[in-house]
């Protein structure tokens, strides 16, 4: 098999996507969020118990991510269409606790994966 008969993600980096899609054929999308934690052990009981399983039943929803280093956390949460994106992006400050302020909040289009 010559290079030219290898599709173009394989020739760029073995296990390398480079354009993500939805089922649909769009673009995926994900919303970042960025806060500062007050009280992390009331912060990550509200995570589990209510944000995660809330999230994952948005529509669109395809998986996500929340970290935490010392106080601050990061969140990335990966949805089908941008819509469904800005959609959960407009919600993220009523989801959170008082112990959790969100400093930012932002849609970016998902370019590559792996």
């Given at each position: ?35 500062t934690i ?8 509200h995570l ?12 669109g929803f ?53």
């Amino acid at each position: 098999m010559s290079r030219e008969d290898v599709p173009l993600p394989v020739q760029l980096t073995r296990g390398y996507s480079a354009l993500p899609t939805s089922d649909k054929g769009g673009a995926v999308h994900a919303v970042i969020v960025t806060v500062t934690i007050s009280d992390p052990e009331v912060a990550e009981n509200h995570l589990r118990e209510q944000v995660v399983p809330g999230v994952s039943q948005a529509p669109g929803f395809v998986t996500g991510y929340w970290t935490r280093k010392d106080d601050s956390g990061l969140a990335m949460v990966i949805f089908e269409s941008e819509d469904a994106a800005e959609a959960m992006s407009q919600r993220v400050p009523s989801i959170a606790p008082d112990e959790v302020t969100v400093k930012d909040v932002e849609v970016r289009e998902v370019v590559a994966h792996a």
